[in-house]
């Protein structure tokens, strides 16, 4: 969405409203002449083969490998989180392969992966470069697997489910303080994308990760639990 010299990036809850030439966020996306356009599509910062178990999906081909492929960028920006060299940093900052869409698929067959995985970072910020690569994956009988914390709008959402076989959202806790403090985001868009995720009937696993004296009160554990029931 346009508006003078402004873009709005739609992609996400942030609806970063960006000038010329600036990036969002994310740091993954920019306007480039009045466009948002990716700038990690292709060009991934990491690039794994790694267990099924390892994403983590434990009810998903247990026993499989997954090749795993992430970016730079990531449009949360959780203190704790593992791989803050490649998610906190610009691409220019990284040092990214060229990898395009049907090269991981063919890859993923060479090393005989069950499936392919958009993780590491969250992969919602690479979203066109995720989709291409899910469809050509299908192509060549690969599935495909999205490790998100969840922080996409309904309608790249739903074109999302509708390529790829598993979602796990890192449900990362039940408060908004925790959100907003600890992930500088929102916990409600979070909660949409999970029942939008269970309501298209796409494989989906929750993973919470409890990190002591932030997220791990008896009461708020109890509440995501009878949430998530």
């Known amino acids: 969405m346009a508006k003078g010299d402004l873009v709005a990036c739609e992609l996400c809850p942030r609806g ?5 030439g600036q990036k969002g966020n994310c740091k993954a996306r920019a306007n480039k002449g009045g466009k948002v356009i990716t700038l990690v599509y292709g060009k991934p910062a990491a690039v794994h083969v790694d267990p099924i178990e ?3 999906l434990y009810h998903f081909h247990p026993g499989s490998s997954a090749f795993s492929i992430g970016t730079a960028g990531c449009n949360l920006h959780c203190k704790y989180c593992q791989n803050w060299d490649i998610s906190q940093f610009t691409p ?7 990898l395009p869409p049907e090269e991981v698929a063919r890859r993923a067959v060479a090393y005989r992966c069950k499936s392919i995985a958009y993780t590491y970072n969250d992969p919602a910020i690479f979203f066109e470069y995720a989709v291409d690569t899910a469809k050509a994956g299908r192509k060549a009988g690969v599935k495909s697997v999205f490790i998100t914390a969840g922080y996409l709008n309904p309608k790249p959402l739903d074109e999302l489910c509708s390529v790829v076989d598993a979602i796990k959202v890192d449900f990362k806790g039940i408060t908004e303080e925790f959100y907003n403090n600890v992930c500088l985001g929102r916990l409600q868009p979070v909660l949409d994308t999970m029942k939008a995720i269970r309501q298209r009937n ?12 932030l997220n791990d009160r008896k009461d708020d554990l109890a509440r995501l639990i009878d949430w998530t029931v």
């Open 16 to 20: 970063c409203v960006l000038d010329e």
């Open 92 to 98: 220019e900052e990284t040092k990214n392969l060229d």
């Open 54 to 56: 390892k994403k983590p």
């Open 202 to 213: 796409v494989w989906l696993e929750l993973v919470n990760l409890i990190v002591p004296t």
